[in-house]
């Protein structure tokens, strides 16, 4: 099976008036564990992600990168081993820093070692600066 993924842009307004947008991806792996979807123009703090494994569940110990245009991940490791059976969430924070990681413009997103046809949901949380 080829591997897919559907983006769906949810934008929210929080109590103070700021902006929060969710991301959510619905993805389905490919015979490799793999799944890649480009993520257009997403700009602000990357607040929460929260992964949530679908009716066929993905291999345990799977893993998500947000890769930059620069080929850093944005995740900052954050996304390594989900977890088969139960939704997680992770705040990703590069090393050393105090606030969420800033995103700015196209960013790949990246399933792997999922198993073949694994079916699973990512959301990211962003925050207008």
Same mark, same amino acid.
């Given at each position: 099976m080829a591997a897919s993924a559907t983006v769906t842009i949810d934008p929210r307004s929080a109590p103070n008036g700021k902006r !929060?947008? &969710? !991301? *959510? !991806? =619905?993805w389905v792996s490919a015979a490799d564990g793999s799944?890649?979807?480009a993520l =257009?123009? !997403?700009? #602000?703090?990357? *607040?929460?992600?929260v992964t949530d494994p679908g009716s066929t569940a993905p291999t345990d110990n799977y893993d998500i990168t947000l890769i930059d245009q620069d080929g850093a991940d944005a995740l900052a490791g @954050? #996304? @390594? =081993? &989900?977890d088969t059976a139960n939704t997680e969430q992770v705040y990703p924070v590069a090393s050393g820093a105090q606030v969420? *990681?800033?995103l700015c413009g196209t960013h790949t997103f990246t399933i792997a070692a999922a198993g073949d046809s694994k079916v #699973?949901?990512?959301v990211l949380y962003i925050m207008e600066p």
């Open positions: !929060i947008t &969710r !991301i *959510v !991806i =619905d799944c890649t979807k =257009d123009a !997403i700009y #602000g703090y990357l *607040v929460k992600m @954050a #996304g @390594a =081993d &989900r969420p *990681v800033f #699973g949901k990512t």
